[in-house]
C-alpha cells in the first residue's frame, strides 16, 4: 500500500496530543501474537520482547489475547473514548461494559 499526501494534505493534518492507552495496549497484544519466524527486520527486532511478555502474561491472557487477535478487528469496547487520553479512565470504561454490548461483541468477533 502506498499512501501519497499533497502539501496542502500535511498541512491539514493533526497529530494526537498523547498516545491512546488503549489502542496501544490492543495493538501490542497483536504484535504479540504475530509469528513469522522472524524472516524480517521488524518481526526480529520484536522476538525478545515477545519472550519476556510471554514468560509475563497472567492465567487470564488468553481471552484478551482471543479477543485482539493480529488477524482480527479488535471489539470497540476494548477501545472506549474514555481511554483515549488515560490508562486507568480506559480500563474503567472496559470493565464498566454492559452484558448486552459485550455478548453483541463476543457474538460477532470472528471465529478463531
Known amino acids: 500500500m502506498r ?28 504484535v504479540l501474537q504475530r509469528r513469522d519466524g522472524g524472516r524480517n527486520a521488524a518481526s526480529a527486532a520484536f522476538n525478545r520482547w515477545r519472550h519476556r511478555v510471554w514468560q509475563a502474561l497472567p492465567e487470564s491472557a488468553p481471552v484478551l489475547m482471543w479477543l485482539c487477535r493480529p488477524d482480527a478487528p479488535v ?23 454492559g452484558p448486552v454490548r459485550l455478548k453483541t461483541a463476543l457474538r460477532t468477533a470472528p471465529a478463531g
Do not use: H, K, N, W
Request: charged content about 20%.
Open 75 to 97: 471489539p470497540e469496547f476494548l477501545l472506549p473514548a474514555a481511554g483515549r487520553y488515560d490508562l486507568e479512565s480506559g480500563l474503567a470504561a472496559v470493565l464498566d461494559t
Open 3 to 30: 499512501i501519497e499526501l499533497t502539501v496542502p494534505d500535511l498541512v491539514r493534518a493533526r497529530l494526537a496530543a498523547a498516545a491512546d492507552p488503549m489502542g496501544e495496549l490492543t495493538a501490542s497484544l497483536q
